[in-house]
């Protein structure tokens, strides 16, 4: 199993460009999610989904875009990017299923800088 | 909503010596579990240990275990036998186990934690 792959790994932005991040898991996994990570902070969630067409919003959802077609895949979309979004960005996921824990289970992390 | 509150920015341990990383939060929730993770500079999350909020006894994974006082909210992870490896940003972070909000993490600020050789 590849876990939670995450692409790229860098990118570098220009204010106004937009872009998509893409995660995928192969651990049949229902919920994935989206953190950022700003410098010497802890993750902050950005959106969510508990399955495939559902999706929803979390801590810092603005200029952000998501969607779930599929239960492998959760792009994130940076419509208009600003230097704000500067960050490093985590893709996670877990199963619900009853009293397995939730362990999230991470993917190596997207160092965006938007200039 | 949960809180999380990591009060040690920064923590320092003697390789072999053993190091507590305090966490307290708040929760409206009686069902939840916690976790602990790790990120070494790699920057890559790994799962330290898990808690289950219904289970008294507390969680130990080898040289790592946890202080889990439910009445107080807190959640402390000791480190027994520090070594260089265990040099990273800790986390703590709850979850709650059901409700609409299930799954959904709700991290700390870190803890730095140094190993001296």
């Known amino acids: 199993n590849a876990g939670v792959t995450q692409t790229p790994k860098f990118q570098v932005l220009k204010t106004g460009q937009s872009m998509t991040l893409q995660c995928a898991q192969d651990?049949?996994?229902?919920?994935m999610s989206w953190y950022r990570q700003d410098p010497g902070m802890g993750l902050r969630l950005i959106h969510y989904?508990?399955?495939?067409?559902?999706?929803d919003q979390g801590e810092v959802p603005n200029g952000y875009n998501v969607s779930r077609s599929t239960t492998e895949d959760f792009p994130l979309r940076l419509l208009s990017a600003a230097p704000s979004q500067t960050s490093v960005y985590f893709c996670a996921s877990s199963s619900l299923a009853f009293r397995v824990g939730y362990e999230q289970y991470f993917g190596p992390g997207t160092r965006l800088t938007v200039t | 909503a949960q809180t999380v509150t990591q009060s040690q920015p920064e923590m320092s341990v003697q390789e072999a010596e053993t190091v507590t990383l305090s966490c307290t939060y708040d929760t409206s929730e009686s069902d939840y579990y916690l976790f602990w993770y790790k990120q070494p500079p790699s920057r890559q999350m790994i799962l330290v240990i898990r808690?289950?909020?219904?289970?008294?006894q507390n969680a130990t994974e080898n040289r790592f275990s946890v202080n889990f006082q439910k009445a107080a909210k807190s959640f402390s992870l000791k480190i027994s036998d520090s070594q260089l490896g265990d040099a990273a940003m800790y986390f703590c972070a709850p979850t709650n186990a059901g409700g609409t909000s299930y799954g959904k993490l709700t991290f700390g600020q870190g803890t730095i934690l140094t190993v001296h050789p």
């Open positions: 989904s508990v399955g495939a067409g559902i999706t």
């Open positions: 808690q289950e909020a219904y289970k008294q």
């Open positions: 651990m049949n996994h229902e919920y």
